[in-house]
């Protein structure tokens, strides 16, 4: 034990018995620095404090609904950019096909009908892929087959628009002989 702890155990009831002025407390914390934070300094970091949350959940959950807004929208709102846009190109283009052939197919509605059943297995099993690309991101297979599918489509659409243009030149009624 250190002489100077030896002499405060002994001598302890003596030295209880002195207070300090309040006055030297005053000037010992003033020396410290270890001063009460004011009221205004808690408050202004409290304010701090709660701005950064309410900013942080407002950014989540605006992002959030964004993105579930783009979903419930479409259901290619999960789509990379670049599929988007070939999907894009690949619907104009079934469009397109599309109405060329309606003209062609107005007097033939069991070909139209079975043409539209066939477009429609297709619609469908596009939506499937889609499910599973929305489930399955990058896996190249499901975007292969995604694309794969707007390729048939197109090729039936214009193979039966061949079809269809060869037997309307054929037809003897287009011919400007006919008349006679």
Same mark, same amino acid.
Request: hydrophobic share 35%; aromatic share 8%; net charge negative.
């Given at each position: 034990?250190?002489?100077?702890?030896?002499?405060?155990?002994?001598?302890?009831?003596?030295?209880?018995?002195?207070?300090?002025?309040? +006055? @030297?407390?005053?000037? #010992?914390? &003033?020396?410290?620095?270890? &001063?009460?934070?004011?009221?205004?300094?808690?408050?202004?970091?409290?304010? #701090? @404090?709660?701005? *950064?949350?309410?900013?942080?959940?407002?950014?989540?959950?605006?992002?959030?609904?964004? !993105? /579930?807004?783009?979903?419930?929208?479409?259901?290619?709102?999960?789509?990379? !950019?670049?599929?988007?846009?070939?999907?894009?190109?690949?619907? *104009? =283009?079934?469009?397109?096909?599309?109405?060329?052939? =309606?003209?062609?197919?107005?007097?033939? %509605?069991?070909?139209?009908?079975?043409? $539209? =059943?066939?477009?429609?297995?297709?619609?469908?099993?596009?939506?499937? #892929?889609?499910?599973?690309?929305?489930?399955?991101?990058?896996? /190249?297979?499901?975007?292969?087959?995604?694309?794969?599918?707007?390729?048939?489509? @197109?090729? *039936?659409?214009?193979? $039966?628009?061949?079809?269809?243009?060869? &037997?309307?030149?054929?037809? %003897? &009624?287009? +011919? %400007?002989?006919?008349?006679?």
């Amino acid at each position: 034990m250190d002489k100077l702890e030896k002499y405060i155990l002994d001598n302890r009831d003596d030295l209880d018995r002195y207070n300090p002025d309040s +006055s @030297v407390w005053e000037n #010992i914390e &003033k020396n410290t620095g270890k &001063k009460k934070p004011s009221f205004r300094k808690i408050f202004s970091r409290a304010a #701090i @404090v709660v701005l *950064i949350t309410g900013l942080s959940f407002v950014a989540y959950f605006y992002f959030t609904t964004t !993105s /579930q807004t783009d979903n419930a929208g479409s259901t290619d709102g999960y789509l990379p !950019s670049h599929l988007r846009e070939t999907e894009l190109y690949y619907s *104009i =283009k079934v469009n397109s096909l599309l109405e060329k052939t =309606k003209p062609l197919l107005t007097d033939k %509605p069991d070909l139209e009908e079975e043409l $539209m =059943k066939d477009i429609s297995v297709l619609d469908s099993i596009c939506i499937h #892929i889609k499910n599973d690309l929305k489930d399955n991101i990058s896996n /190249q297979e499901v975007i292969e087959a995604l694309i794969l599918n707007y390729r048939i489509k @197109v090729d *039936i659409l214009e193979e $039966m628009l061949a079809v269809l243009e060869e &037997k309307e030149n054929r037809n %003897p &009624k287009n +011919s %400007p002989y006919h008349e006679l």
